[in-house]
T-cell receptor, first 113, second 114 residues
Framework: SQQGEEDPQALSIQEGENATMNCSYK?????LQWYRQNSGRGLVHLIL?????REKHSGRLRVTLDTSKKSSSLLITASRAADTASYFC?????????????FGSGTQLTVLP | SAVISQKPSRDICQRGTSLTIQCQVD?????MFWYRQQPGQSLTLIAT?????????ESGFVIDKFPISRPNLTFSTLTVSNMSPEDSSIYLC???????????FGPGTRLTVL
């Protein structure tokens, strides 16, 4: 079963606007990773944030992590039509040596030109 | 990062047959995984592919249905056995490189079972 939930399930914005997606999870984590998937293709890794980090930036991406609330957010600034895709958060468990990922349900982002 | 290839990229198969999917990585990896993504859904972990030993399966997945091999550090196969239309999904392999935590995904194999 899915550990994480993402909201919104779908988001539609105009080009140039910012897009924010949220992810919640249930158990202790080692890290949280965000991925993008275009039209059912392979996943592209966007950013990894460790459990002891609170915020991370990469280009137009900003990720926050609040372990007390077991939640994360992905902000895409100045969105482009090419950002249209599904976005998934995935958590790696903190227990043992296992580093399997548990995925959230995903957010479908549509950026309108 | 790593270059991960999967073969085939897509296939259409008949009910009751089996399909073997290959995953090849161009770098030394510590861990390899297989995931399934059913239509319109998120990804679900099938198993961890262990080098030279039996794979570790997640709840709901069994070796008889999804036999996995990993003969070396950079190659793994997943077989979908005795297929039914419910097996129609995208199957993705993923890897963690030596010394890292980031999990990289292959391009996926889109399977349709008629």
């Amino acid at each position: 079963s899915q550990q994480g939930e993402e909201d919104p399930q779908a988001l539609s914005i105009q080009e140039g606007e910012n897009a924010t997606m949220n992810c919640s999870y249930k158990t202790s984590i080692n890290n949280l990773q965000w991925y993008r998937q275009n039209s059912g293709r392979g996943l592209v890794h966007l950013i990894l944030i460790r459990s002891n980090e609170r915020e991370k930036h990469s280009g137009r991406l900003r990720v926050t992590l609040d372990t007390s609330k077991k939640s994360s957010s992905l902000l895409i600034t100045a969105s482009r039509a090419a950002d249209t895709a599904s976005y998934f958060c995935a958590t790696a468990r903190s227990s043992g040596s296992a580093r399997q990922l548990t995925f959230g349900s995903g957010t479908q982002l549509t950026v309108l030109p | 990062s790593a270059v991960i290839s999967q073969k085939p990229s897509r296939d259409i198969c008949q009910r009751g047959t089996s399909l073997t999917i290959q995953c090849q990585v161009d770098s030394q990896v510590t861990m390899m995984f297989w995931y399934r993504q059913q239509p319109g859904q998120s990804l679900t972990l099938i198993a961890t592919a262990n080098q030279g030993s039996e794979a570790t399966y997640e709840s709901g997945f069994v070796i008889d249905k999804f036999p996995i091999s990993r003969p070396n550090l950079t190659f793994s196969t997943l077989t979908v056995s005795n297929m039914s239309p419910e097996d129609s999904s995208i199957y993705l392999c993923s890897v963690i490189l030596q010394g890292g935590n980031t999990q990289y995904f292959g391009p996926g194999t889109r399977l349709t079972v008629l």
